[in-house]
């Protein structure tokens, strides 16, 4: 999806692709990409490494310092927290979350996230 969506905005595509299910192993390391659906972007990705139980949310996950969602020029806010939900789902095992800004911590910072996701929608409500 990114790379069809740089086509559009005239950016080069990146290369190689993800394709649909996407593991990859470097050295004896396993990385997991998992597109769960829209949330802070249309094309956010979490990257999971199985033998750590770590998970990289970038900004599709908060950290627990975050106030609020962020900037949400490019997202979809109505479809973020049941794409939050399917990397519950995909990783119950979590013991790790790094987010795009701010400190790790557990997976904490995926509920948090949600109860973000939750504030938002009835302010706007």
């Given at each position: 999806?990114?790379?069809?969506?740089?086509?559009?905005?005239?950016?080069?595509?990146?290369?190689?692709?993800?394709?649909?299910?996407?593991?990859?192993?470097?050295?004896?390391?396993?990385?997991?990409?998992?597109?769960?659906?829209?949330?802070?972007s249309?094309?956010?990705?979490?990257?999971?490494?199985?033998?750590?139980?770590?998970?990289?949310?970038?900004?599709?996950?908060?950290?627990?310092?975050?106030?609020?969602?962020?900037?949400?020029?490019?997202?979809?806010?109505?479809?973020?927290?049941?794409?939050?939900?399917k990397?519950?789902?995909?990783?119950?095992?979590?013991?790790?979350?790094?987010?795009?800004?701010?400190?790790?911590?557990?997976?904490?910072?995926?509920?948090?996230?949600?109860d973000?996701?939750?504030?938002?929608?009835?302010?706007?409500?």
């Amino acid at each position: 999806m990114t790379a069809k969506l740089a086509k559009e905005y005239g950016y080069p595509s990146p290369n190689p692709t993800l394709d649909v299910k996407p593991v990859m192993k470097v050295g004896n390391t396993v990385i997991e990409a998992f597109y769960p659906g829209e949330g802070h972007s249309s094309d956010n990705i979490t990257v999971w490494l199985p033998q750590y139980n770590l998970l990289f949310g970038g900004c599709f996950i908060k950290s627990l310092d975050a106030k609020d969602l962020g900037n949400l020029s490019d997202a979809n806010v109505e479809q973020w927290d049941e794409s939050v939900k399917k990397v519950i789902e995909k990783y119950p095992d979590v013991k790790t979350v790094v987010p795009g800004h701010g400190n790790w911590g557990d997976e904490s910072l995926i509920f948090h996230t949600i109860d973000l996701i939750k504030q938002h929608t009835h302010k706007k409500s």
